[in-house]
């Protein structure tokens, strides 16, 4: 069995050296922008795919669109990463990593979209950040950097009117979401400093997919009598769970988890200027406040090894 130890940068972000093509040219292409890039392409997405997605709700349900979305994911990803070649190469603790990583995506999406069919999104987006200043605390070791990170905080509780909720249960699914978020983070970082990258997000996303088959296929059943509605459902998959997952390992194979998670809080950002150019929503002078405070936060942090 060849080496899993580590490598560069490149093979970190997408996996074995034997692997197809088209991952071997995002290795080259990793290397050649900035994390900082591709982050900022996942932020973008991260809320272009839910957007979409509550307009699908009424026709396939909840639990369907999950279905449909981990079920793209992981169609596109399987002939491009050949997962069953990646697990079976893999040793024991890869493997367990792998489907740490699988039940947390299929979790995690399925707990996000119920959330939202009960929540306003800045609730749940509120809700999804505290978890992630955890993360950012943890590795954050200088003042330099806990001044960034309560900058960045501030910038975002000015940005997302939160408003509490009623509604037990759509907070149960909204701090489940919050918390497999987390794990998301510490997981998929995990994954891109180990040398399987694309190659493990791929065949995490088929373990995702055989978690979730049972459970929203007869609500995703709709979609497939229907072409238009099947497409825009491929479109959610891969605004939601292609695109931002693959930069964000992009990202994360060259920035510590701390640095990672601090930039999160530029998630609030994009979703207001996504409200400007496509919903004509014109922030507020507290909205343009706060903007202003997490582009100084996450710009005034300074990375540090971790």
């Not at 060849?2 to 560069?8: A, D, F, G, I």
């Not at 740490?100 to 929540?119: K, P």
């Not at 997302?160 to 919050?178: C, E, M, R, T």
């Not at 373990?207 to 238009?228: D, K, M, T, Y």
Request: proline share 7%; with cysteine; net charge positive.
């Amino acid at each position: 069995m060849p080496s899993q130890t580590q490598t560069p940068a490149a093979n970190q972000a997408t996996g074995r050296t034997d692997a197809p093509r088209p991952i071997l040219a995002l290795g080259g292409l990793a290397n050649a922008l900035p994390p900082h890039v591709w982050f900022c392409v996942s932020a973008v997405f991260h809320y272009l795919g839910p957007a979409f997605a509550v307009l699908l709700f009424d026709q396939v349900g909840v639990l369907g669109m999950a279905w449909l979305r981990i079920a793209t994911a992981a169609l596109i990803f399987a002939p491009l990463t050949r997962p069953w070649r990646v697990f079976a190469r893999a040793d024991r603790a890869q493997r367990l990593l792998l489907l740490a990583f699988g039940a947390c995506l299929a979790v995690m999406n399925c707990s996000f979209y119920l959330a939202l069919d009960r929540l306003p999104i800045s609730l749940v987006a509120a809700i999804e950040f505290v978890g992630t200043i955890g993360v950012a605390l943890v590795g954050l070791r200088n003042p330099r950097n806990f001044a960034a990170l309560a900058v960045a905080v501030i910038g975002t509780l000015l940005l997302i009117d939160v408003k509490w909720s009623s509604d037990p249960l759509g907070l149960f699914w909204a701090f489940l979401n919050g918390a497999l978020f987390v794990g998301y983070i510490v997981i998929g970082h995990r994954i891109a400093q180990t040398g399987i990258g694309i190659a493990g997000l791929g065949t995490a996303m088929a373990v995702a997919f055989l978690i979730v088959l049972p459970v929203g296929f007869r609500e995703a059943l709709p979609a497939f009598s229907s072409p238009q509605l099947l497409v825009a459902a491929i479109g959610v998959g891969v605004c939601s769970s292609v695109i931002p997952y693959i930069c964000d390992q992009l990202a994360m194979a060259r920035l510590p988890r701390a640095s990672f998670a601090l930039m999160l809080s530029l998630l609030p950002l994009t979703a207001t200027l996504i409200g400007v150019i496509v919903l004509r929503q014109l922030p507020s002078a507290t909205d343009c406040i706060g903007i202003a405070l997490v582009i100084v936060g996450v710009a005034f942090h300074k990375p540090a090894l971790e």
